[in-house]
């Protein structure tokens, strides 16, 4: 079995920023959306009545990123990957006012395993090489040179991975499975 470098994105595919970034925004603002309402990636759709500023300024909130854990699964899958012999790459595009208060209260918290020398913070991900990709988000796979995993996510549902060349994953045990066959395969 070959050894991969693993790029792995951070938001809703091994946290779930999505649902407490909702529910964040539900109780600051008195509405009843729900995470699988939200169906774009732009989620000031699913909050019309809420201004632009006010939907993301919960990602600049350190209270909103402690209440963020990690998808179940991942901590431990992560972790067997990185024992079979894989590097682990974390690849976040963060802003770079939310990149301390996400690896401390999130990454470095819940996957003590990896340390800022496995994290690359970058909004161009096709420029980073690695041999597999993990996203939620179709744009981050789509022209990159590595294997790619699409994590369903409310906001990628009506994307079809198949048809772009990705293979599309809902849980932490099918990606898991999904690299070790791929790692076989190489």
């Given amino acids: 079995m070959k050894k991969l470098t693993i790029l792995v994105d951070m938001d809703d595919t091994i946290e779930n920023l999505c649902e407490v970034w909702v529910e964040f925004l539900n109780e600051t603002h008195g509405t009843t959306v729900h995470k699988d309402d939200i169906n774009d990636w732009d989620m000031t759709k699913a909050f019309p009545t809420v201004d632009k500023k006010q939907v993301y300024d919960p990602l600049f909130n350190e209270a909103m990123w402690k209440r963020v854990t990690p998808l179940p699964g991942a901590v431990e899958y992560l972790k067997r ?34 340390t800022t020398k496995d994290v690359i913070i970058t909004s161009q991900k096709q420029l980073v090489c690695g041999d597999v990709m993990i996203d939620d988000a179709p744009h981050n796979l789509e022209g990159g040179k590595y294997f790619g995993i699409l994590v369903t996510a409310p906001h990628n549902r009506a994307y079809d991975a198949t048809a772009n060349g990705f293979v599309r994953a ?4 099918e990606i898991y499975n999904i690299v070790c066959d791929y790692a076989r395969k190489e």
């Fill in 170 to 173: 809902d849980r932490w045990d």
């Fill in 81 to 114: 990957l990185i024992d079979d012999g894989h590097k682990v790459v974390i690849v976040t595009a963060s802003h770079q006012n939310t990149v301390a208060m996400k690896l401390n209260n999130v990454l470095f918290r819940y996957f003590p395993y990896l």
